[in-house]
């Protein structure tokens, strides 16, 4: 007679033995947790910070979730903030996204933390466009780079380097030196490597 509800209503208590009880319920044949008590639960480790347990329950998610489901996954984790909301779980979205390989997904929810007005979590950013650099078109990873300096991100020439490369490796000779330009318009100066 155990349903979901009553596992979120349980999220008052000690973290790690709440955290043992949801795992428990988990293994049980005949209980299944909903989004929504999942997503609680996240927010509640996070705000514990319990981050690595967090970030283990979302990864399992977004694997479960897939492709494309950025949209869908980061409404349901604004609808279960709650009291124990914590900035942290979007960082931990934007991982679980990012190591599943979703990368667009990634993309997805930092514009919608931008959009929702929440604090942008710019180690994730980082991360995220390190993977984009290994894996996307140089046209995508820079358009990334200047929409997240765009909303405070600290400025990196190497970075910048780093996509002149890569655009100049995609035979896009102009398009590096368009960002070549951009160095001093952040307060940098280009290295020798830039040049």
């Known amino acids: 007679s155990l349903t979901p509800q009553h596992v979120i209503n349980l999220i008052n208590h000690n973290p790690h033995s709440l955290l043992t009880f949801f795992q428990c319920l988990s293994s049980h044949p005949t209980f299944r947790h909903s989004l929504h008590s999942y997503f609680t639960m996240a927010h509640f480790l996070c705000s514990h910070n319990m981050f690595p347990q967090a970030q283990s329950l979302l990864h399992f998610l977004v694997s479960r979730k897939g ?102 490796k995609e035979g896009k000779i102009r398009e590096a030196q368009l960002v070549f330009e951009e160095i001093p318009k952040w307060g940098l100066r280009p290295t020798v490597v830039s040049f």
Do not use: W
């Open 67 to 168: 492709k494309d489901s950025a949209c869908s996954v980061f409404a349901s984790l604004v609808e279960t903030k709650g009291t124990h909301y914590s900035n942290s779980v979007f960082d931990a979205l934007m991982i679980a996204y990012t190591d599943n390989g979703f990368v667009s997904d990634a993309i997805q929810c930092f514009r919608l933390v931008r959009k929702h007005n929440f604090r942008v979590p710019f180690p994730r950013c980082g991360s995220l466009l390190d993977k984009m650099m290994k894996l996307k078109t140089a046209s995508s990873a820079c358009a990334f780079y200047m929409e997240v300096l765009d909303c405070g991100y600290p400025p990196n020439v190497c970075n910048f380097n780093v996509l002149m490369h890569k655009l100049c």
